[in-house]
């Protein structure tokens, strides 16, 4: 796979659209009235930390969840027909009562998205709906966001009232928990609906302030690596860790455990445990690698950065315990590549037990750095590995309606 340009990533966006519109119009017999869009996310750096009201710094990528939609035929009923390109599945959603959880599992983000607007007073016109996405699946790359995102832009769309940023972001939250029961952050959706093309965003979950970090250095890429090992964050290893988080908040007598500091947790060890003391330490050291990679990207500090990098994933792997063989490895050949040969940095990217590295690279080398990558990868686990070079991407967006 080689390294895509800046017009092959522009490009992305308006095949995927394309291929939308056609399969609708040969699925439902006639041509969508909208599409829109909703981006995936690299996080750079501060996983685990957006549920304990810590910082992060993720970044829009041009991967998307695309919706190509219609008003429903006369006497269909109030329902929103959504079909899967995916896996060639169709769905019926309720537009009134509460939609309820179910099967197929995939559509529970669709309806939870809907009960989010049901329950905010809105009434939904009937629609038909097709969704295409390029976001790999249980990548750490937020498909499930993008595809939440992308349904709220449409319902958004169709309705004529948009909601506002933030208000977007939490229903589809609220979507994510309530119905694919993953307590997550806010991170991944507020980032797919506010991303922009310039760089990364520094958010601070506590406050919800957000600062722009540029990422345009020619010079530089970012090369996303996915093992291929496909995590589910449902599963329950993610929900406990963040109950380790809140029981470390509570034993330190703070509101959540980013507000903590290094100091607090290093006093508190006896009380905490061996294992709190571990998830505690991994949240406040990893807000402070964040705060300080955000002032090394905007710096093009790029060897700082790099080294944040290499310290947020041994913090993940040893402390917060949710990377994996595939993970570690692939860091491991970045590594051994180093910055002779075009590596700054590699650590593993969003929730972890399997997904996706992302690795700091310098752009003339990136074919050669990611080949390099798939060869050792296969040698070690005998799995094949897929990469790609991200660029940042504006957040949702209507392409057509």
């Known amino acids: 796979m080689n390294p895509t ?41 501060g996983d685990h930390t957006d549920y304990s009201g810590g910082l992060v710094l993720p970044m829009a990528i041009q991967r998307y969840a695309v919706i190509a939609a219609a008003p429903a035929p006369a006497g269909s009923g109030r329902r929103l027909r959504l079909h899967s390109a995916a896996v060639n599945e169709s769905v019926d959603i309720p537009l009134e009562g509460t939609p309820g959880a179910g099967e197929p599992s995939w559509a529970n983000y669709a309806r939870g998205v809907v009960a989010g607007f049901l329950a905010r007073g809105h009434v939904l016109p009937a629609l038909d709906a097709l969704v295409v996405s390029d976001v790999p699946l249980g990548g750490g790359l937020s498909s499930s966001a ?12 169709a309705l004529g009232q948009p909601l506002g940023l933030v208000e977007k972001a939490q ?19 507020l980032i797919s609906v506010v991303g922009n093309d310039s760089g990364a965003l520094l958010i601070d979950c506590h406050s919800g302030q957000t600062r722009p970090v540029p990422f345009a250095d020619p ?39 980013g507000q903590a500091v290094l100091a607090q947790v290093e006093a508190a060890q006896p009380r905490l445990g061996a294992l709190l003391h571990r998830r505690a330490r991994h949240v406040v050291t990893e807000n402070e690698r964040a705060r300080a990679a955000a002032q090394a990207f905007e710096d093009g500090d790029w060897r700082t ?6 310290q947020s994933h041994r913090s993940l792997r040893d402390d917060f315990e949710v990377s994996s ?12 590549i180093g910055e002779d040969g ?24 990136a074919g050669a750095i990611g080949q390099r990558l798939a060869e050792g990868y296969q040698r070690r686990h005998q799995r094949a590995l897929t990469w790609f070079v991200a660029r940042p991407s504006r957040g949702a967006h209507v392409l057509q309606g």
Request: net charge negative; glycine share 12%.
């Open 305 to 310: 950065a790099g080294a944040l990098m290499y």
């Open 5 to 45: 340009s800046h017009a092959d990533h522009d490009k992305r966006g308006a095949v995927l659209s394309g291929t939308a519109a056609s399969d609708f119009t040969l699925k439902f017999g006639g041509p969508p009235r909208w599409i829109v869009a909703a981006p995936g996310r690299v996080n750079l750096i």
């Open 219 to 257: 010079g530089m890429s970012l090369l996303i690596a996915n093992s291929e090992v496909r995590h589910s964050l449902g599963t329950g290893a993610y929900a406990v860790r963040r109950a380790d988080c809140i029981e470390a908040a509570r034993t330190l007598g703070v509101p959540e455990l």
């Open 342 to 365: 075009g590596v700054f940095g590699a650590r593993m990217t969003g929730g972890g037990f399997g997904g996706c590295t992302v690795t700091l690279v310098a752009t003339d080398r």
């Open 146 to 157: 993008a595809f939440e995102v992308a349904v709220a832009t449409l319902l958004e769309t």
């Open 171 to 189: 229903l589809c939250r609220e979507a994510e928990h309530e119905y694919a029961r993953v307590p997550c952050g806010i991170m991944d959706q």
């Open 325 to 336: 063989p595939e993970l570690d490895t692939l860091v491991e050949l970045a590594r051994d």
